[in-house]
């Protein structure tokens, strides 16, 4: 018998791996309907549903590996970097869903969000107040109107799999939803500032890096204290803090 891996695990929700297959466990049944919906109307490559049976759910690992990890050594070349933008362009071009996801909150409640994580974090003496006033005044860039897209929500890195310079497939869609597009493109390329041009050349149309910065610096602070409290580490080399204190 296989083994069964623990690929994350924290209080909302599981993901085990067992063999081939792997089973997420997430206590909200809402959060796995988007995610099924989300990859049977995705017009990328994504893992193939293999039952459900709440509050599991069961998906085929997909081919290829990931571009890397948060914190990690980034892999693949500068194709393989470039096909997973034009993949997430494509997901960008698609119809958009009927809801509205991680990506997709309004300006006023991210603000206000941001506004007391900020105060928290410095109130818990989690990190120094001149770096979360930077970085708050940075992620200000962010708050602007956009046009909706067909966005993942999660785009991590980790989420994405490539064979060579082909793009295999996406998984984790319980974030998924219309939302801001550029939200996507920094969430992909966090930490790995160095393929950002990669991903921009296959994403093939001009953007606004100041907004991606902006989401960099807005997501990491968001993020800090969750992670803390869930028994991750964002003040490892590379991480959430580490992107923080790159734009002082």
């Not at 994580?117 to 860039?141: H, I, K, Q, S």
Request: with cysteine; hydrophobic share 45%; aromatic share 6%.
């Amino acid at each position: 018998m296989d083994e069964v891996e623990v690929v994350v695990a924290h209080s909302e929700r599981a993901t085990l791996r067992v063999g081939d297959v792997f089973l997420k466990v997430d206590a909200d049944q809402a959060r796995v309907d988007v995610e099924v919906e989300a990859m049977s109307l995705a017009p990328v490559p994504t893992p193939r549903i293999l039952w459900r049976k709440p509050p599991v759910l069961a998906i085929t690992a997909l081919p290829g590996t990931t571009l890397g990890r948060l914190g990690g050594p980034s892999t693949g070349s500068s194709a393989a970097w470039a096909a997973a933008g034009a993949a997430i362009r494509k997901l960008h071009d698609a119809p958009l869903p009927s809801w509205p996801g991680r990506a997709g909150r309004s300006i006023a409640a991210l603000a206000a969000e941001l506004d007391d994580e900020c105060e928290l974090l410095v109130t818990n003496g989690l990190l120094p107040t001149d770096l979360v006033t930077r970085n708050r005044r940075v992620a200000e860039a962010a708050l602007r109107p956009w046009t909706p897209a067909f966005t993942h929500g999660d785009l991590q890195i980790a989420h994405v799999f490539v064979d060579g310079d082909e793009v295999t497939g996406v998984i984790d869609w319980s974030e998924a939803g219309q939302g801001d597009a550029l939200y996507d493109l920094a969430t992909f390329t966090l930490g790995h500032e160095e393929h950002l041009d990669d991903v921009l050349t296959g994403y093939g149309t001009d953007i606004d890096l100041d907004v991606i910065h902006a989401w960099w610096s807005l997501r990491s602070l968001l993020a800090v204290r969750w992670l803390t409290e869930h028994g991750f580490d964002p003040f490892a080399p590379g991480c959430e803090v580490d992107v923080l204190r790159s734009r002082m």
